[in-house]
Nanobody
Framework: EVQLVESGGGLVQPGGSLRLSCAAS????????MSWVRQAPGKGLEWVST????????FSAESMKGRFTISRDNAKNTLYLQMNSLKPEDTAVYYC?????????WGQGTQVTVSS
């Protein structure tokens, strides 16, 4: 059974940092690209960033470039999102995501709230 479990969210002041983690199990983590997707209150899903299976390539939404960094540790089957210079508009539930044989899998999400 594929499982994705996010952690690391919380309340942070504007300008602060958080590091999200996503522990993966039930599939061959090293073989698949992984992504972070977020959903702000009252809004749809927004793609944040994707990392290739080997960590060699990363892609991020324009509004996150320079602030968010996606990475992975294939030895630990774990995906990360380092978020710096956080803004109130980054407030959202953050999900990790992968697509296996055409099927999308999601974690339960972790809440990030940026507020003073």
């Amino acid at each position: 059974e594929v499982q994705l479990v996010e952690s690391g969210g919380g309340l942070v002041q504007p300008g602060g940092s958080l590091r999200l983690s996503c522990a993966a199990s039930g599939f061959s983590f090293v073989d698949y690209a992984m992504s972070w997707v977020r959903q702000a209150p009252g809004k749809g899903l927004e793609w944040v960033s994707t990392v290739a299976y080997d960590g060699g390539s990363t892609f991020s939404a324009e509004s996150m470039k320079g602030r968010f960094t996606i990475s992975r540790d294939n030895a630990k089957n774990t995906l990360y999102l380092q978020m710096n210079s956080l803004k109130p508009e980054d407030t959202a539930v953050y999900y990790c995501n992968t697509v296996l044989l055409g099927a999308a899998y999601w974690g339960q999400g972790t809440q990030v709230t940026v507020s003073s």
